[in-house]
């Protein structure tokens, strides 16, 4: 079982960076494929990011190509998202997810959640 934990989120201005950090409660996740989606009122959970195992290869969504990278320290256990050049639309409630289904970007492929933590960009 891996419980993670969101942290990092807040209120922010338009074209300033945040950075999410993820990491999981009382396990590690050095095996898992660590994916961000985030999701707004009314809509659904929307893939943003992931990142396998070793920390290579990480994969986007379109529409955040750019201004997110993700990464991870395993020595920390720790996955982190940065987003540069914020903007309203990327407000959301951000979740940390983790998957054995490496490459996935899909939501039923990631088994554990964390709670979330919310992002919002003021115009």
């Known amino acids: 079982q891996v419980q993670l934990v969101e942290s990092g989120g807040g209120t922010v201005q338009h074209g300033d960076s945040l950075r999410l950090s993820c990491t999981p409660s009382g396990s590690t996740f050095s095996r898992y494929t660590v994916g961000w989606f985030r999701q707004t009122p009314g809509k659904d959970r929307e893939f943003v990011a992931a990142i396998r195992p070793t920390g290579d290869t990480p994969y986007y969504a379109d529409s955040v190509w750019g201004r997110f990278t993700i990464s991870r320290d395993n020595a920390k256990n720790t996955v982190y998202l940065q987003i540069n050049s914020l903007k309203p639309e990327d407000t959301a409630i951000y979740y940390c997810?983790?998957?054995?289904?490496?490459?996935?970007?899909?939501?039923?492929?990631?088994?554990?959640w964390g709670q979330g933590t919310q992002v919002t960009v003021s115009p």
């Open positions: 997810a983790a998957t054995q289904m490496h490459g996935s970007r899909r939501f039923s492929a990631f088994g554990y």
